[in-house]
């Protein structure tokens, strides 16, 4: 599904559900006067009141199918967010342990007691 299919389905959502809504007006009408006619006329409705149930499921399929798509771009997209996050934090914890081996290295180097003939030659001249 491309991001112009994902544009577009506000409108067709749109149209199914009105033409969901005239299905469902038009569905109770049929069951009243299908009382009053005789059996090939029954039939007949029952025949066109199971076409419109199909054309009903189908269209709500459809829009189950186009949701289904739509969530799996989403998902898709926020997996590739989680892993660039991911990344950037191995990047930046290797980052602070090198800074942390440079900070004790550093600690070490400035704390460590000056040798014999350093000191030696401080005190004697």
């Known amino acids: 599904m491309s991001i112009d299919d994902l544009q577009a389905s506000p409108q ?11 299905l469902r007006r038009r569905s109770p ?14 039939m007949e409705d029952s025949t066109s009141t199971m076409g419109q149930r199909v054309k009903l499921a189908e269209l709500k399929a459809h829009l189950a199918e186009e949701r289904a798509a739509r969530n799996q771009a989403l ?5 590739q967010e989680v892993n660039q ?10 980052e602070i342990i090198s800074l942390e ?25």
């Open 12 to 22: 067709l959502r749109k149209s199914v559900q009105s033409r969901i809504k005239e």
């Open 29 to 42: 009408s049929r069951k009243q006067t299908s009382l009053s006619t005789p059996n090939l006329s029954l």
């Open 75 to 79: 998902l898709n997209n926020k997996l």
């Open 85 to 94: 996050l991911q990344n950037t934090l191995n990047s930046q914890t290797k």
């Open 101 to 125: 081996r440079s900070f004790e290295e550093l600690k070490h180097a400035s704390f460590s007691p000056p040798g014999p003939s350093s000191h030696m030659g401080r005190y004697h001249s």
